[in-house]
């Protein structure tokens, strides 16, 4: 079992250059999350997921994108990068079920747009 | 819309003592989870210890316990025997239970463990 996986680790962009950030879950999860962390903060929702063919927009969805057409994948997408999306970002997923909440985190992609 | 606040930016203890982390959120709702995650260097965002919001008792995983305060909205951090390994962000975090159950985070405490 792997979790969550993002790829890629690390990576420059620049300004106005566009980027998908990949995100795989191999636990069945039905739940999924992007969130973005910038420097000495708490992490801010971006998108969620809470099923194929299902997104919705979290608290900083601007500048963003997501599909997710299987339960495993929720890529991100970054359009016309900015430096205001240099970050750290991370994909999370959970069951979503009553007595089975806990969010399961990937270990980040650092962006950094120059 | 929820927040969670936490008024330590930075916190320091000595190894084998104990330290508590603040926390404090603002919500209309009844039905919710309450966590705690450490950020080591690494990155990687673990599950220290999570509070259903209907349960009086409060949680305790083995060194680590809350003090849940459900009137006053406090939910801090109480770490006993510190180690070294404790050295990390810890991040307060608020789940409302609806069908997306996101997180909404605190602005983390930098928590170091001196030997």
């Known amino acids: 079992n792997a979790g969550v996986t993002q790829t890629p680790k690390f990576r420059i962009l620049k300004i106005g250059q566009s980027m998908t950030l990949q995100c795989t879950q191999d636990?069945?999860?039905?739940?999924m999350y992007w969130y973005r962390q910038d420097p000495g903060m708490g992490l801010k929702l971006i998108y969620y997921?809470?099923?194929?063919?299902?997104?919705d927009k979290g608290e900083v969805p601007n500048g963003y994108n997501v599909s997710r057409s299987t339960t495993e994948d929720f890529p991100l997408r970054l359009e016309l990068a900015a430096p205001s999306q240099t970050s750290v970002y991370f994909c999370a997923s959970s069951n979503g079920l009553v007595l089975d909440y806990e969010q399961y985190f990937g270990p980040g992609t650092r962006l950094t747009v120059t | 819309a929820q927040t969670v606040t936490q008024s330590q930016p930075e916190m320091s203890v000595q190894e084998a003592e104990t330290v508590t982390l603040s926390c404090t959120y603002d919500t209309s709702e009844s039905n919710y989870y309450l966590f705690w995650y450490k950020q080591p260097p690494s990155r990687q965002m673990i599950l220290v210890i999570r509070?259903?919001?209907?349960?009086?008792q409060n949680a305790t995983e083995n060194r680590f316990s809350v003090n849940f305060q459900k009137a006053a909205k406090s939910f801090s951090l109480k770490i006993s025997d510190s180690q070294l390994g404790d050295t990390a962000m810890y991040f307060c975090a608020f789940m409302r239970r609806n069908a997306g159950n996101m997180l909404t985070f605190g602005g983390g405490t930098r928590l170091m463990v001196k030997p």
């Open positions: 636990m069945n999860h039905n739940y």
């Open positions: 997921s809470v099923g194929a063919g299902i997104t």
């Open positions: 509070q259903e919001a209907y349960k009086q």
